[in-house]
């Protein structure tokens, strides 16, 4: 029988202590894989935003999903809301493009995206076109910054060897985040440094110095 990771998520600890919010989002994931006739486990991050992919249970979970096929145990993630999973596009596409790569599902019930399916498939390849599309436009006007700022002689640096859409996505993460989880997401998006090294918390300080002293903007 197929196993899922059934991934539930409240953001505050209200909700937690509670129940309310983990109970109805585990009935409607325990409704739809016993409509698929798959088995399940379960991951609950409780108290945690997701403004962040930095939640120890959904690493947790992701971190068993990236077993190669021969050897895991389980076959994708569901859950009831793609904001349990993720509120940002950027992080979504990220986690649709490892699913793809490594051969594994990911169900969001809400919005009828379910990778295992031809039709959820389509879904999820609009979503990641469009966010493809947002990071060209992002990247475009990275370019134009860079240009200008070598016009005007400054310095640019290694992040001049960023690719475009990782610095502007990078800018735009440290308005909303911690270096420590802007290091996370960049990670998790399968994105690298200069150096092509994973990321930290100091390497993404530095690059975020020189992004603004080129004056690359950031984003909402």
Not at 70 to 80: F, H, L, N, P, T
């Amino acid at each position: 029988m197929t196993t899922m990771v059934g991934y539930l998520r409240v953001s505050t600890e209200e909700q937690a202590s509670s129940g309310l919010g983990l109970d109805a989002q585990r009935d409607t994931i325990q409704r739809y894989v016993d409509a698929q006739g798959w088995d399940v486990v379960w991951y609950v991050d409780e108290g945690l935003s997701a403004k962040s992919l930095a939640r120890p249970q959904l690493q947790a979970a992701l971190t068993r999903l990236r077993v190669i096929p021969k050897r895991r145990d389980v076959e994708g993630i569901v859950v009831a809301k793609l904001d349990r999973l993720s509120r940002s596009v950027h992080d979504f596409s990220g986690i649709l493009k490892l699913a793809s790569a490594r051969k594994w599902a990911v169900v969001a019930i809400d919005l009828g995206v379910d990778t295992s399916t031809p039709t959820g498939k389509l879904v999820a390849n609009v979503m990641m076109s469009v966010a493809e599309w947002e990071r060209e436009v992002i990247g475009e006007r990275t370019s134009a910054a860079m240009q200008a700022a070598k016009r005007a002689g400054r310095h640019m640096g290694r992040v001049s060897t960023l690719p475009r859409h990782t610095g502007e996505l990078l800018m735009s993460l440290r308005t909303r985040h911690t270096l420590a989880d802007t290091a996370g997401q960049l990670n998790a998006a399968g994105l690298t440094t200069a150096t092509g090294k994973p990321w930290t918390g100091n390497a993404v300080a530095k690059a975020h110095r020189r992004l603004s002293a080129v004056g690359v903007a950031t984003t909402s």
